[in-house]
């Protein structure tokens, strides 16, 4: 049986799409087809926020709106994006699959507020989520008890709260441990837009680089002009030259050079040598459950 072609994604290009995932069969849309599809997507689509400097800096629209945009510049150029963009795009992936996925928010730093797009995909009476922005290599299992998963690289940890989920995770950088509150209500395609849009005036990735990739046995994370690569060993972290920067993005997150060339030319290379600035994050308000003093 056909899976029925989601309005966001041809068929044509999304067999284009699981070529280049590596995915020779179209996955079943049970549980091992989910986990098929998203360790592919772990490993072979970074989070980086490329693009959205580029457009920033030319005033050009965001880019990956529409899961099309998305799909065709990440298989001309090797680009990902940020949550928005890119949970979007793997959300119509998936429904063009056959998947009952929805699209959903989460709050990172757990402030209340929506600032991050992710997607759930309902199998049966469960719940998983595939975020496009973690590359946790594994779905998470939404479920009514603590869920934890170590492979020795990511770390993570679930548990429900007040009618939803909290996700703790930390990225290669990052010696704590992140909260994100999962929502569980449907985002439509329109709020999902919006919430881009906003992102124009204040998001963490507008000023300097952040460019993630998920790869076998190691996670590679550049951020401003600093390279972190976390192993089951630990993390290294090396500070690059402009020349090192544009090289490691092309070699470690697989961007093309003419993308990396027109970063470069738009002042977003020089932008990312600079000091960050605007306000710094919350600092974490708990700890995950595995910190917690133990209750007797």
Known sequence: ???????????????????????????????????????????????????????????????????????????????????????????????????????????????????????????????????????????????GSLHTYDDGINRIEVEPDAGGHILWTRGPHQSFFLACRIFHENVSHETVLANYENSRRQSPFNQRLYALRSLPGRMILLRGNTRYERTRSGVSTQNLTPEELCDSLHADIGLSRPLIGAWSDCGALAASLEPPSGPAPPPPRNVPPSQRPEIH
């Not at 793997?90 to 992710?118: K, V």
């Open 1 to 143: 049986m056909t899976a029925p072609v989601s309005p966001g994604i041809s068929a044509r290009l999304r067999g284009r799409v699981l070529r280049r995932l590596g995915l020779g069969n179209t996955p079943p849309p049970d549980l091992d087809g989910l986990r098929q599809v998203y360790n592919a997507w772990c490993r072979r689509v970074p989070f980086d926020n490329v693009r959205k400097m580029l457009a920033l800096r030319t005033g050009s629209p965001l880019p990956g709106c529409d899961a099309t945009d998305f799909f065709e510049g990440w298989l001309e150029t090797g680009a990902g994006g940020t949550c928005w963009s890119g949970s979007n795009a793997l959300y119509e992936l998936l429904c063009s699959l056959g998947f009952r996925a929805r699209r959903a928010a989460g709050s990172m730093h757990d402030i209340g507020s929506p600032n991050h797009g992710t997607v759930i995909v309902t199998l049966d009476s469960a719940e998983f989520l595939a975020d496009s922005s973690l590359l946790t290599y594994e779905p998470v299992p939404l479920a």
